[in-house]
């Protein structure tokens, strides 16, 4: 059983670990050497030619992702060459484009934000002037941890993407309304093709200058939420077909509605206190998921698990120089390093605490993770 | 941070996922290509070639090992040249020859079975005599998992090995009073070059044929045994040098003292457990321990764990082509393959189940199991 990872970053860094427990050959095509992915990665390589990836899936029985950036005239190559592709090209388009996951998750009835297409400033000041003077816009691609995504109050806050826009594609921006949310929430769950579908408890999420910053897991205060959560997530995985990992952003509303941030279709942020958290880790049921091979108990392992994002410090320090003040100060916490240089904002490693009292160890989570912030 | 691991085997194999999680570097030293650490494997060579060694420890911080059969006069090289080696080869001679290992033990007052050395029919008819006609004979060298271990009832019973050393050594044979016991245990502990020994939970170990076949964590109704072993393998730790995983196997006579039947020092087959069991498992701590990190915490995170040996069936077919029936049956079980073609006989791979009531633990674990053997 061979897996080909397309892209060399954290994602199928952590694709490591469970594919040698099983005894999962992973191959890894990276963008350059020296990633985090570098101890897998078989081949290096632009994966936005055709001729490379082709060459890289001849290696495999199955092509999965590090990321959604794989443009669709090279999935469809793949699935023409017959490679296995999980998530499949269809599914992936609506992760790639917030305007057509706009546009299938309103068909198929899944609670969204107000949204709508704009060209222009007339049509983004029409959509403020509906919803109370503020909205979000958001570019439909390339986005990620908070870029191309601003907050507007006025018609021409966004007339440099305009620009940009006229000079490249005709498809326009997608504009939100500003969701008055008490907090914000993360569902997962794992579809594998013959349909069987898991879900690990929904999270809680802090975001941090649009980036994940902490993850209580379960949610605490939930109360019903979960059980609509779970439904939701299984039934966007269903509809729209995913393979593998599928992660729902979920905001909740002031007034306790559910509503779609975002779709990721790979493992997720959100999820990598299930790693030390639960029976079976995201990275693990990703591999069983897109081998199409029975899916692992998403089951938590302890009451309370709590990740705490490691953001680079100072260009230059790495995670282990500073892990024996970290380790001896708290030797039951689990910390994870990416292998990457430290820059201002990066993210190069997390850390998981668990426990019995969720304040606890959110405590000793922040505090091992408080070693390697500046 | 950077560890060179000696041999390439599933021990090597093992260390390497929680090196990726931690941001350790490791290189592995194999003997021959495609063995289980070949993911890891930066040089293929003899491990008995100075040149060879020294030319791999270039590009490590320190190194470790696989398994204890490195000679000591390619330890000594090691240090000479200035590399880091844990444990160091002090430690590793008590390891490398059965009859240095009762020595020194005896010396530090550990409880050992009677033994003696022999070099002819005559000493051992005089040992059988002694200990009511029954005993075990051992080869110093090169035993593992049952092989070079011979129980004889007539002083003939070993002419062959007796004919061997003739030809080799002048240090004959370890003769051992046959132990009337209870069961078999294995207390496990690591300790770092600057002192820090931390114990994981008494195991009971159930062999088979001399192999390890089954590890129930923790020993069930062990009583006040568990204060014992720890105290005994943090005194042997401490008292030999030992760096790195220590593995003090143990024989509970039947009139209730334990008995120390072997020293490993590497982790070991009765530590895999930790892996989905404890806080920090073997492999992760004897990273920690040979980089003199602090160590982590090795409690454990489920009231029982179970692990059950794969041993090899039918010539050819490997764990992961079962993998759709066992995850079907047992999604809460934990399944590692060691990525080796089965023989008869071989150890493939293992699984792990936790649980609340041991008597199910045991039934789900050696259902897991049973998808693999013939």
Redesign the interface.
Known sequence: ?RVGVIGGGQLA??M???A?????EIHVLAEEPGLSAA??ATAVGDYRDIETVLAFAAHVDVITFDHEHVPQRVLAALVTAGHAVHPGPDALAVAQDKIVMRERLTDIGAPVPDWAVIHDAASLGAFLDAHGGQAVVKTPRGGYDGKGVRVVRAPGDVDDWFAQAAEGTREGLLVEELVDFRRELAQLVARRPSGEVRAWPLVETVQQGGVCAEVFAPAPFAGELPVAARALAERIATELGVTGVLAVELFETSDGRLLINELAMRPHNTGHWT?DGA??SQFEQHL?AVLD?????P?P??PWSVMVNILGGPVGA???ER??VA??DR??V??????KQSRPGRKV?HVTA?GAELEDTVARARAAAGFFQA
Chains 1, 2 share one sequence.
């Open positions: 059983m860094r952590m490591v670990p469970p040698i427990a099983l005894g999962i101890i897998a790693i029976v079976t069983r091979l029975p899916l692992g108990d089951s392992i302890t790495t995670m282990p892990y024996g380790f001896g030797p039951e689990k910390f994870h390093s990416y292998g490693g668990t």
